[in-house]
């Protein structure tokens, strides 16, 4: 079974400038999260979708949106990037979100630099 | 105080070593516990996923929870080169209230470096 697919694996951004990130989740997985993870921060929760509607939402600004297609597909758009925007972006799919049957699984993130 | 406290070493063993790698948590709430190892340039991989208090073993890797104490712990028994890299532990409550969806609190992370 395929895992988690996130593209494009690296960006290079300039401030200002707006971006936005992809992630396939594993066949039949209907939840897909969203993280952020620095070297000072660590993993941080953005957001979850399920069946196309946000259902929980981390401490991020506005400018961090997604958004989740039919076919569970989600995007994560950063608009107006600033400098502390740098760092790897991970997606993780699960069946129905935590719980004692669905952990997350990730995929490889989505490195982006904003100059 | 970050919810969940993992001393992020790093942790340098030989081959063979038994390891253990220890979190403290402080929400309440947490009833599902996870391991994740990390290698460089990858996303986190699921090791172990437990369920409130207790021990669950998977091959070389065992994980604890003390729910009275707040504390998890994974041990790795005859540790090997390839598990040389960054382990991650994570907190997740229930999901009634759906304030935990998709939600897992992650400590900081241990780099481990197992030797040859």
């Known amino acids: 079974k395929a895992g988690v697919t996130q593209t494009p694996r690296y960006l290079i951004k300039t401030r200002g400038q707006q971006v936005t990130l992809s992630c396939s989740p594993i066949?039949?997985?209907?939840?897909v999260s969203w993280y952020q993870q620095t070297p000072g921060q660590g993993l941080q929760f953005l957001f979850e979708y399920f069946s196309e509607t946000q259902r929980n939402k981390g401490n991020f600004p506005g400018r961090f949106s997604g958004r989740q297609f039919s076919n569970s597909r989600s995007e994560m758009n950063v608009s107006t990037l600033e400098l502390g925007d740098s760092a790897l972006y991970l997606c993780?799919?699960?069946?129905?979100?935590?719980?004692?049957?669905?952990?997350?699984?990730f995929g490889n993130g989505t490195r982006l630099t904003v100059t | 105080q970050k919810e969940v406290e993992q001393d992020p070493g790093p942790l340098s063993v030989p081959e063979g070593a038994i390891v253990s790698l220890n979190c403290t948590y402080s929400?309440?709430?947490?009833?599902?516990f996870m391991w994740y190892r990390q290698y460089s340039r990858k996303g986190p991989e699921l090791l172990m996923y437990?369920?409130?208090?207790g021990n669950k073993e998977d091959g070389r890797f065992t994980a604890q929870v003390d729910k009275s104490s707040k504390y998890i712990s994974l041990f790795i028994r005859d540790s090997q080169p390839s598990d040389s890299a960054t382990y991650l532990c994570?907190?997740?409550?229930?999901?009634?209230?759906?304030?935990?969806?998709?939600?897992?609190?992650f400590g900081q992370g241990t780099i481990l470096t197992v030797h040859p």
């Open positions: 994570a907190g997740s409550d229930d999901d009634a209230g759906g304030t935990s969806y998709g939600k897992l609190t």
């Open positions: 437990t369920y409130s208090s």
């Open positions: 066949s039949g997985h209907r939840s």
């Open positions: 993780a799919s699960s069946l129905v979100g935590t719980g004692s049957t669905s952990p997350l699984h």
């Open positions: 929400n309440s709430a947490f009833q599902y």
